[in-house]
């Protein structure tokens, strides 16, 4: 057996016809390798096709053990009516759909798996791929000539992206956590420079570039390695991939590079579920709120859980809601769906415990936008704005806290937030990292099981001062859209607006529990107890997982150090905007 395409087997077991390795050409004549499960026989069929850079051959268990262990152990529904045999990172299980009547069609993405060619994350070359493989599966014998597309993050950013190409045979798709503004939502939160694309870069895709070879795992199934059957050496491996790391640090500004690999709502037409996670802050939930805001078609869900990324796209809950979207239209199902509500949220209350409830739109119509200020004088927040003061703290340090009094009476967040802050610097430049966060009566912080961090915080936001500008006619209140177009450094000393968004959030506050908004110069970490899996866990880095911002070229002490001055009061009225949600009767 060879790494070439094409010359791949065919298998069946557990009621499907497996073929692996199978070519599917591209215009360039790269040829990429996908495994495809369908039903035996030449069965018509929709497809639900992957394409994405892990090894479409890496098993699960394997590449993402701890993850796998964790989600079965507290969700065993997972690994029910399942061998598991066939489970791979982030992709549909092949052995829960193909019985309902559906292919599954992953494709190793070009550079990666088994799949020749060079590396180039999210560009529109491998947007230009995923169309082309969408088109081929709609071709087969087996296909009904209805594709879908759907997985988790990777495989969530380029449906954004392949949705703009407009692939005549992509019927819908279920963007699950991806991004899709790859300069806001991904590598430079607020103009900051976010060290996770890279290092996930080297750990998740170079470690199975094609060329690995038999440095990599083997597919159990195949004998053959999960990263092609050649031995490229080093230098070369390194000319077959974009250096990514090198163009995050190079380019601080929103350029076409960044845009290219963005999506471009006018052109999403497709039909979709966008599911987003209130723990996914710095990857995985702003892209797919925006998507259900902004994109073009009127055929959108918009659905919103809690807990680890990778967990209820794998439940009952997740496969349930997947089908029904799918079996609607890719099936022709004339099951409901389009007819109930158009946004699903899993509302949040401390101790992990998510209320579901059916809403219309997004953000909620009844919200009531509730602005609470800053006072500096006693670092509180407070309904009415207080006379003129200021708090200073180290431009790198943890900075200040403010805190609203213990609620009085149940109270619900639930929404985007904003915050417009009054700020000086010492120097040229300032970076504030906003994090909301929630303490008990016992002062005790309340966290969440983040998407890629066991201890979340409540919600974030980021901005750098000189990338304050914005763009007035994307802005709302509750969500400032700044242009990351030009640089306005400070003059030290010379007090300046900026208006900071902070992503969509939920959380019940309950009775003696207070609001506390952290105004810092660095990434927020919790310093609690760390649960077992929190401290074996690779991303757990006490609080914001692997979405740091601490690179020293990005930062440098002489532009970011110094202190920062928070003004208050009088003409400098900070204030912090809150989505304060009023009971409701059920949606209908």
């Not at 869900?301 to 796209?313: I, M, Q, S």
Request: glycine residues 10%; charged residues 25%; proline residues 8%.
């Amino acid at each position: 057996m060879t790494s070439t395409p094409g010359n791949g087997s065919s298998d069946q077991a557990g009621g499907m016809q497996i073929d692996w390795d199978v070519a599917i050409a591209m215009d360039d004549g790269i040829e990429l390798c996908a495994d495809v499960f369908r039903p035996p026989g030449n069965v018509r069929v929709p497809a639900i096709v992957s394409y994405g850079p892990y090894a479409k051959g890496l098993v699960f268990q394997e590449g993402y053990g701890p993850q796998w262990d964790k989600m079965v152990s507290g969700h065993p529904d997972v690994a029910a009516g399942s061998s598991n045999r066939y489970q791979s990172w982030e992709v549909v299980d092949p052995e829960k759909w193909v019985p309902h009547g559906y292919a599954c069609v992953r494709v190793d993405s070009r550079g990666a798996g088994r799949s020749p060619g060079v590396v180039d994350v999210w560009s529109p070359r491998e947007a230009q791929d995923l169309a082309a493989c969408i088109e081929w599966a709609a071709a087969q014998p087996w296909c009904s000539g209805k594709v879908g597309v759907n997985g988790i993050s990777y495989y969530a950013i380029n449906q954004w992206q392949v949705a703009g190409r407009g692939p005549e045979h992509l019927a819908a798709m279920i963007p699950w956590e991806g991004c899709a503004d790859f300069y806001r939502d991904c590598c430079r939160h607020g103009g900051i420079l976010s060290e996770f694309p890279a290092n996930w870069y080297r750990r998740q895709v170079e470690s199975v570039q094609f060329g690995v070879g038999t440095r990599s795992p083997v597919n159990p199934h195949t004998g053959r390695h999960v990263a092609g059957d050649v031995d490229l050496p080093e230098d070369e491996l390194a000319r077959n991939r974009v250096d990514l790391a090198g163009e995050l640090r190079t380019r601080d500004l929103d350029d076409p590079w960044y845009q290219e690999r963005s999506a471009d709502w006018s052109k999403v037409t497709t039909p979709f579920l966008s599911a987003a996670n209130w723990g996914g802050q710095g990857l995985h939930p702003r892209g797919n709120f925006e998507g259900f805001v902004q994109a073009r078609t009127e055929e959108k869900w918009l659905e919103v859980h809690g807990l680890e990324h990778w967990t209820h796209f794998y439940t009952d809950y997740g496969v349930g809601l997947q089908r029904r979207f799918f079996d609607h239209y890719l099936k022709g199902e004339r099951n409901g769906w389009d007819e109930g509500p158009r946004v699903r949220l899993n509302v949040r209350h401390p101790g992990e415990r998510f209320v579901p409830r059916d809403e219309h739109e997004w953000p909620l119509a009844r919200t009531r936008w509730t602005a609470v200020y800053l006072d500096a004088a006693d670092q509180s927040l407070r309904a009415e704005p207080g006379g003129p003061s200021s708090v200073t703290y180290d431009a790198l340090g943890d900075g200040v806290d403010f805190s609203l009094p213990p609620v009085a009476e149940e109270t619900e967040l639930t929404g985007p937030m904003a915050a417009t802050l009054y700020v000086s610097s010492s120097t040229a430049d300032a970076d504030l990292f906003l994090v909301v966060r929630v303490f008990d009566p016992e002062g005790d912080e309340v966290t969440f099981a983040g998407a890629l961090d066991p201890n979340t915080p409540v919600a974030q936001g980021w901005l750098r001062a000189s990338h304050r500008h914005l763009d007035a006619d994307r802005s709302e209140p509750w969500r400032p859209y700044h242009t990351h177009d030009r640089r306005e450094p400070l003059t030290p000393g010379d007090i300046v607006r900026l208006d900071v968004e902070i992503w969509p959030t939920s959380i019940v506050v309950p009775p003696g529990y207070r609001v506390v908004l952290s105004v810092r110069g660095r990434d927020y970490e919790y310093r609690g107890p760390l649960s077992e899996f929190a401290k074996t866990f690779y991303y757990a880095n006490r609080g914001v997982g692997p979405f740091t911002h601490s690179d020293p070229v990005d930062r440098p002490d002489d532009v970011f150090g110094g202190q920062v001055t928070v003004h208050t009061g009088g003409d400098h009225r900070s204030s912090l905007l809150l989505p304060v949600v009023p009971a409701a009767a059920a949606v209908s």
